[in-house]
């Protein structure tokens, strides 16, 4: 496994942007896919955008398609989601996953993923 660490969230307007990083410690992040889910109060966690391990192709729910873009830095164990035309619907914990075992394609599925960070808060103004 590894250890994810995520950080950047915060409050915001509507419309405007926020970075989210995760760290990842214990282990090379280039072993697995990676992604970003997130979880508003009272509803089901849900898959934001993921990335292959390669970070060559990538995934995301069509809420945020268009808006949100996922990239790693596998040399510096990092992994970022940047959004932009951020919506009042878009307040949540944001959690990053990462696959450890093989180099599967990612998944939507929070169960693909074998560790996850404590997540960031990101609430959006409107």
């Known amino acids: 496994q590894v250890q994810l660490v995520e950080s950047g969230g915060g409050l915001v307007q509507a419309g405007g942007s926020l970075r989210l990083s995760c760290a990842a410690s214990?282990?090379?992040?280039?072993?697995?896919?990676m992604a970003w889910f997130r979880q508003a109060p009272g509803k089901e966690r849900e898959f934001v955008a993921a990335?292959?391990?390669?970070?060559?192709?990538?995934y995301y729910a069509d809420s945020v398609k268009g808006r949100f873009t996922i990239s790693r830095d596998n040399a510096k164990t990092m992994v970022y989601l940047q959004m932009n035309s951020l919506k009042p619907e878009d307040t949540a914990i944001y959690y990053c996953a990462a696959r450890t075992s093989d180099r599967a394609r990612p998944l939507t599925t929070g169960n693909f993923y074998d560790s996850w960070g404590q997540g960031t808060q990101v609430t959006v103004s409107s």
């Open positions: 214990g282990r090379t992040l280039s072993s697995g896919a």
């Open positions: 990335s292959s391990w390669t970070g060559l192709s990538t």
